[in-house]
């Protein structure tokens, strides 16, 4: 491929997000092409010369009067917040960051919730709160049956991680997947019986229109009395009141939680005050504007010289 460096106008490159710094990410992007202009949103002037868009959550109307865009890079992996957009312009690609870094970091914080859960740290945790020396013979791992809902790019990195510890580790997709050490399962016939053998269920599903409240009330009421969950998805794959009321009642008897139905999840909430729940703001796996800069450098260059992009979105499938 040609250097990216080579490439003497590339144009305009329009950056959106209330989440992400500016600064750190201009600075990356020029890192990797100096003749690219990075502006934000609001320094835009005219929209007719915005050639790329990178973004998270932009808002309603965003890309309406961007008539020359040519990309669309979507700031993390999950696309569900373009999913339902009516500004989109139909030939323009949309793409999201596939970072190796990412999944690394995904897989990071799965390992820790996993583990977690797996030497009852939380019940030594509540132990402690009441100043007592309260032994539990750690388990064996390989008794420990984990299963992960998604085998994308960052669920199959984390069942793999996962199975290298000796837990048991069972996958569900919704197409067939092969991962060396993991028993994979695949359909909406295969899920009720993953979830009934779960210790532990890590969800890593991309919100859809299929998985959207996939595990409902009855779903969660499969998983074994006492199991852990994990949601690093997104909060609308869950049902948020389900999963309290069955946190409260002891059925479900403990959780990790990365992303909520609302965000940020309100101070009311009873989930911030079970001493069965922890909370994290939504950071599980985050795009590393030094090395994710490279691939959307790539992908920049390819479409300005005619070519397809890499990791391109089908907003029809939701990923």
Known sequence: MTNPHASPSLGTLVFYSKFDDFGIWKRALQSQLPALRVVQADEVGNPEHIH???????????????????LIVNLGAGVDSLASRDDLPAHVP?????????????????LFATLR????????????????????????????????????ELGAMAASELQRQGLTVLGWSRSPRRIEGV??????????????QADILVVMLP???????????????RLPHGAAVINV????????????ELLQSGHIGSATLDVF???PLPSGDPLWSMPNVLITPHLASVAIPASAAKQIADN???????????????????Y
């Not at 790329?52 to 109307?61: D, E, I, M, R, S």
């Not at 690394?104 to 799965?110: L, Q």
């Open 52 to 70: 790329y868009a990178l973004v998270w959550k932009p808002p309603a109307g965003f890309f309406q009067p961007m008539t020359q865009l040519k």
């Open 94 to 110: 949309i793409t999201r960051i596939s970072d190796p870094n990412m999944a690394r970091m995904m897989a990071g914080y799965v």
């Open 117 to 152: 859960h797996a030497r009852d740290i939380p019940y030594f945790e509540a132990a402690q709160r009441r100043g007592e020396w309260a032994y539990r013979h750690p388990r064996n791992p390989g008794d420990i049956r984990v299963a992960v809902l998604g085998l994308g």
């Open 183 to 196: 028993q994979c399962h695949a359909g909406l016939d295969a899920l009720n019986a993953v979830l009934s």
């Open 207 to 221: 919100l859809t229109a299929d998985t959207n409240g996939l595990l409902d009330r009855a779903r969660l009421q």
């Open 233 to 244: 998805a997104r909060g609308a794959v869950v049902d948020q009141l389900a999963l309290t």
């Open 261 to 263: 139905e609302r965000e």
């Open 300 to 318: 920049l260059v390819r479409v300005s010289n005619g070519g397809a992009p890499a990791s391109q979105v089908d907003l029809r499938r939701g």
